[in-house]
Antibody, heavy 119, light 108 residues
Framework: QLVESGGGLAKPGGSLRLSCAVSGFPFTDYYMSWVRQAPGQGLEWLAYISGRSDYINYADSVKGRFTISRDNAKNSLYLQMNSLRAEDTAVYYC??????????????WGQGTAVTVSS | IVLTQSPVTLSLSPGERATLFCRASQSFRSSLAWYQQKPGQAPRLLIYETSYRATGIPARFSGSGSGTDFTLTISSLEPEDFAVYYCQLRGNWPPAVTFGQGTRLEIK
């Protein structure tokens, strides 16, 4: 199970930190991703992180502004969002990313947390 | 790599066959996944590695394709299948994740 929190209202240029609490599977064994969905729009992948945080990658749209991290001792995933813009308004999902010899998709998703960036 | 899904909207009736397309801007050595999303819900993984059904996904869902052209087929539509469908890949290089823009499957 994945449960996101930390969403809310932020001002342009402000910051928010999203959290994703994980339970029910060995957290360290899995990559994790953040994916967002702007109102009425499609899915946009933002970032992924490997089980031991040795592989991290970002979408160009958030590189340099957002930071993905994880605390395996707390079974938690994070997304630090800085320099927020109006276009960052979206529902943010965390997802379990199954990567092995091949790629097996994002098979477990949280319910999402809404972020609104507005003055 | 850009994924382009077609059609944007597909209008069909329950019991009909649905064929959704996903075209990549270049051939890639990776695998394609498909997701279903209903209003107000998180996406659900349907297909991974182009053609393998995820756990609990009914046999009426199937995936196929290679190179740049991929297909999701729903053999006989059930009322609960009307939703938005996304294709997705995770590239080897660059190692980014890409979603298609989605196909809305609506009841005719």
């Amino acid at each position: 199970q994945l449960v996101e929190s930390g969403g809310g209202l932020a001002k342009p240029g402000g910051s928010l930190r999203l959290s994703c609490a994980v339970s029910g599977f060995p957290f360290t064994d899995y990559y994790m991703s953040w994916v967002r969905q702007a109102p009425g729009q499609g899915l946009e992948w933002l970032a992924y992180i490997s089980g031991r945080s040795d592989y991290i990658n970002y979408a160009d749209s958030v590189k340099g502004r957002f930071t993905i991290s994880r605390d395996n001792a707390k079974n938690s995933l994070y997304l630090q969002m800085n320099s927020l813009r109006a276009e960052d308004t979206a529902v943010y999902y965390c997802a379990r990313d199954v990567v092995g010899a091949d790629y097996y998709g994002m098979d477990v998703w949280g319910q999402g947390t809404a972020v609104t960036v507005s003055s | 790599i850009v994924l382009t899904q077609s059609p944007v909207t597909l209008s069909l009736s329950p019991g009909e066959r649905a064929t959704l397309f996903c075209r990549a801007s270049q051939s890639f050595r990776s695998s394609l996944a498909w997701y279903q999303q209903k209003p107000g819900q998180a996406p659900r993984l349907l297909i991974y590695e182009t053609s393998y059904r995820a756990t609990g996904i009914p046999a009426r869902f199937s995936g196929s394709g290679s190179g740049t052209d991929f297909t999701l087929t729903i053999s006989s539509l059930e009322p609960e299948d009307f939703a938005v469908y996304y294709c997705q890949l995770r590239g080897n290089w660059p190692p980014a994740v890409t979603f298609g823009q989605g196909t809305r499957l609506e009841i005719k």
